[in-house]
Nanobody
Framework: QVQVVESGGGFVQSGGSLSLSCAASGSIFSINTMGWYRQAPGKQREWVAAITIGGRTNYADSVKGRFTISRDNAKNTVYLQMHSLKPEDTAVYYC??????????WGQGTQVTVSS
């Protein structure tokens, strides 16, 4: 089975940048799409971005143009570069990995806090 572990969250001022990483382990050859979700306090978890094994990317409208998702298949790692951060980007960010025939695996989450 696949496990994913996020890192790189933290505190940043509005307009700043942060980068998140997510390392996958286990049955990595069964991973197709990887992505990021986030959950702000008192809100439902929302999808942020995704990248296929072939490198095709998609973004939520709320982050398009500010966030970049990338993937290093050799390192089994997906990244989320976040620029022009806003207070409304404050959330716990979760990494996901879609494992063939086994469903979506979630990381434990990493906190991102953007101050105004």
């Amino acid at each position: 089975q696949v496990q994913v572990v996020e890192s790189g969250g933290g505190f940043v001022q509005s307009g700043g940048s942060l980068s998140l990483s997510c390392a996958a382990s286990g049955s990595i050859f069964s991973i197709n799409t990887m992505g990021w979700y986030r959950q702000a306090p008192g809100k439902q978890r929302e999808w942020v971005a995704a990248i296929t094994i072939g490198g095709r990317t998609n973004y939520a409208d709320s982050v398009k143009g500010r966030f970049t998702i990338s993937r290093d298949n050799a390192k089994n790692t997906v990244y989320l570069q976040m620029h022009s951060l806003k207070p409304e980007d404050t959330a716990v960010y979760y990494c996901t990995a879609d494992e063939v025939k086994a469903g979506t695996k979630w990381g434990q989450g990493t906190q991102v806090t953007v101050s105004s």
